[in-house]
């Protein structure tokens, strides 16, 4: 599973999650030399929604990576629901306009991009200790790698991007989110959403037998047997834990800059949008294909420029995601509304995994806005 580290390679990614691996898989298909790190060892697992938006399976196959060849669960569309907590219950659902997600096993997601990036020719070092990065390389395993060009993909607490003094941040907070896997068939093609008070619940569809359930909250104390009681309709039909608790943070964060010199920074180590989104797959895959093209052209600049117009939308849509996390009262009658016009929801969705711009994302802000004042 190891490949010996090289005295010289032309990329070397550090991290190696689906973010390096996506990075890595990119670089080689521009004709570059590549080595990945890490000091973990496959399968990796993160705890997560793990469900993949039909813009983020795009994104994939234009790395090469067709997952549905992966064995994963298909769902078709999104639902909210509110009532969590007492209040009066709704609840509101749109197919996607086209294709359809995937809900998929973190750790054989994971399997799957590893043996992509072994056919692609990457170089893989696993259990290799990074202790550091200089001007001209990387310090493993107690030598220097040289290296043309470095890439930080070490997750939300990337030390990558602190060595290349990149921690600056427009924009930063944190919720805290619990997983478990239960045996029991889906009872929706579609993943739903949970509102309650001061959390959300989640529910992937994952297999023909199987679901993956996440509450995530501002409360680091606030576990998923804890937030259950809040929803039981889903509760209910919860029997069988195929998985123990997995817990782990989700962040909202905006760098000033993804790159200096010849490091650049890749999925959560770049910056992040709330899990709520669930677009962070498509994030990491999308910003893979734009780093590669820039370290073709080598150019940082332009991987700059694209990571910012690629995370527009997700950013928008996580602020006022976490606006109504924060606001109940304004949760329960914007979701009141979007139950009444379901167009509207429809239209939000299609706009949401479809990379509209920030005028249609404004637009459809203003008619539920003026649903919510007519209502």
Not at 176 to 205: I, K, N, S
Not at 288 to 316: K, M, N, V
Request: net charge positive; glycine share 12%.
């Amino acid at each position: 599973m190891r490949d010996p580290l090289p005295r010289l390679t032309d990329v070397f990614v550090i991290g190696g999650g689906p973010a390096g691996l996506a990075a890595a898989i990119a670089a080689r298909r521009r004709g570059l030399q590549v080595v990945l790190a890490d000091c973990s060892v496959p399968p990796i697992d993160k705890s997560c929604g793990e469900g993949i938006m039909p813009d983020g399976i795009e994104a994939a196959r234009s790395l090469g990576i067709d997952l549905s060849k992966a064995e994963g669960q298909p769902f078709h569309g999104i639902r909210f629901c509110s009532g969590g907590g007492g209040g009066p219950s709704c609840s509101v659902e749109a197919p996607f306009p086209k294709g359809y997600g995937l809900g998929l096993r973190r750790v054989q997601l994971h399997r799957l991009m590893v043996d992509h990036a072994v056919d692609a020719g990457v170089q893989l070092a696993w259990g290799s200790r990074i202790t550091g990065i200089r001007e001209h390389g990387v310090e493993a395993d107690g030598r220097l790698v040289e290296a043309r060009w470095i890439v930080g993909a070490d997750g939300s607490l990337s030390a990558v991007r602190q060595w290349a003094g990149l921690d600056a941040s427009r924009y930063n907070s944190r919720r805290f989110g619990f997983r478990r896997h239960y045996r029991v068939a889906p009872w929706t093609d579609f993943m739903e959403v949970h509102w309650g008070e001061g959390c959300q619940l989640y529910v992937t569809p994952v297999g023909p037998e199987e679901v993956c359930v996440v509450s995530i909250s501002r409360d680091s104390q606030l576990r998923l047997d804890d937030a259950l009681p809040q929803f039981p309709d889903v509760a209910r039909r919860l029997s069988c834990p195929a998985t123990l608790e997995r817990g782990g943070v989700t962040a909202s964060r905006r760098l000033k800059a993804v790159y200096r010199g010849t490091v650049a920074l890749v999925g959560d180590a770049s910056g992040s949008v709330d899990a709520v989104t669930g677009e962070g797959m498509c994030l990491l895959f999308n910003q893979a294909l734009a780093l590669a093209d820039a370290l073709r052209a080598e150019d940082l600049s332009l991987y700059q420029a694209e990571h910012r117009r690629i995370g527009r939308g997700p950013e928008l849509m996580g602020d006022l995601m976490l606006m109504l996390d924060r606001r109940a009262s304004l949760r329960r009658r914007a979701l009141r509304t979007l139950a009444s016009h379901p167009q509207l929801f429809a239209r939000m969705l299609s706009m949401h995994v479809s990379g509209s711009s920030p005028l249609g994302f404004f637009t459809n802000g203003l008619a539920l806005g003026w649903q919510m004042l007519t209502l």
